[in-house]
């Protein structure tokens, strides 16, 4: 797809120097290619359900997450003095986050073809997990090729990128947290959410460190 292309290679309207930001692009490209890994994703368990929620879920996450970083990323740039850039800057955090999902995307069949190869829920989600961790690495890339000419321009950009990063991160885990389950796990009924969608993902974390901790010294 030529428009994949162009985003992949920062070229045409996704050009690291354009004069504006393709919001409605990058918008299409995520929710599309997001939409067609989640319901990969939620076919685990063979429920029509759970493929259609997942689908609709991790474009959500992509969005929510970029949605809730973004006041925050602005008022950053802003102190550092970089609002002129401000533009460039948003171009390249989003079109980092178009190509996460086109990366998910394009991992989707590995994604069938191991849930047609095991039944077991825990290997299923670590594979998600390590789809979604390849997947991130393909947005630095995309993200390192628009911060590049920024960072040339003033290296007070490099606060900036590692501001977005940090942003993004911690919002993108609780974010991933409220909006469970993805893959859906056998024996339970198809949800949008989970009974306890507003608990704290880093106290949950927290619990089982404590809990692995005091298991170890007993």
């Not at 292309?5 to 996704?14: N, P, Q």
């Not at 997001?34 to 990969?40: E, K, R, T």
């Not at 991992?107 to 073809?113: D, E, T, V, Y």
């Not at 885990?173 to 009974?195: C, K, M, N």
């Amino acid at each position: 797809m030529p428009e994949v292309d162009g985003l992949l290679r920062a070229e045409g309207r996704y050009a690291v120097d354009g004069r504006s930001v393709p919001w409605l692009a990058l918008a299409l490209l995520l929710g599309l290619a997001g939409f067609l890994y989640g319901a990969a994703m939620g076919t685990f368990s063979l429920r029509w359900l759970q493929p259609l929620y997942s689908g609709l879920k991790v474009p959500l996450l992509l969005i929510l997450s970029t949605l809730v970083c973004m006041p925050s990323f602005l008022v950053i740039n802003t102190v550092l003095g970089l609002r002129d850039d401000l533009p460039a800057a948003c171009r390249g955090a989003l079109a980092s986050q178009a190509t996460v999902a086109v990366a998910l995307a394009g991992m989707a069949p590995l994604i069938l073809f191991a849930y047609a190869s095991t039944d077991h829920y825990a290997s299923a989600k670590v594979l998600n997990g390590l789809v979604f961790a390849v997947a991130t690495v393909a947005g630095q890339v995309t993200l390192n090729k628009h911060y590049r000419v920024l960072i040339a321009r003033n290296r007070l950009h490099q606060v900036g990128r590692l501001a977005w990063v940090t942003l993004y991160v911690f919002v993108a885990i609780q974010s991933a947290w409220l909006l469970r389950p993805f893959v859906g796990a056998p024996g339970l009924p198809s949800q949008f959410l989970r009974e306890d969608p507003w608990s704290n993902a880093y106290e949950e974390v927290g619990k089982a460190l404590w809990g692995a901790l005091r298991a170890a010294l007993d």
